[in-house]
Nanobody
């Protein structure tokens, strides 16, 4: 099983980025998918989740209204569209797949928001 994130980079405050997480070895449609970030010097922080069952995605209050999580089952890919980025969004962003007691993590992608 492999989760590979991409799409990170350097962006100015107010800008946008779209992160992608491509999975191999599992079907994302059967897993709850999450984005989790780690800010410099901080612990892991949940950002957003999209579920294998039919319910609305969930977002942390700090990103609600600015970030959107989505999935493309045909491409076995989950996305995180990040708009109106702030310096405090600077972090390594990780993709997480979870089904029952089994979970997998990607290697992370760096997002830096700075002028």
């Amino acid at each position: 099983v492999q989760l590979v994130e991409s799409g990170g980079g350097l962006v100015q405050p107010g800008g946008s980025l779209r992160l992608s997480c491509v999975a191999s070895g599992i079907m994302l449609s059967r897993n709850s998918m999450s984005w989790v970030r780690q800010r410099p010097g901080k612990g892991l922080e949940w950002v957003a989740s999209i579920f294998s069952y039919d319910t609305d995605p969930g977002y942390a209050d700090s990103v609600k209204g600015r970030f959107t999580i989505s999935r493309d089952n045909a491409k076995n890919t989950v996305y995180l569209q990040m708009n109106s980025l702030k310096p405090e969004d600077t972090a390594v962003y990780y993709c997480n797949a979870r089904r029952s007691s089994t979970e997998y993590w990607g290697q992370g992608t760096q997002v830096t928001v700075s002028s």
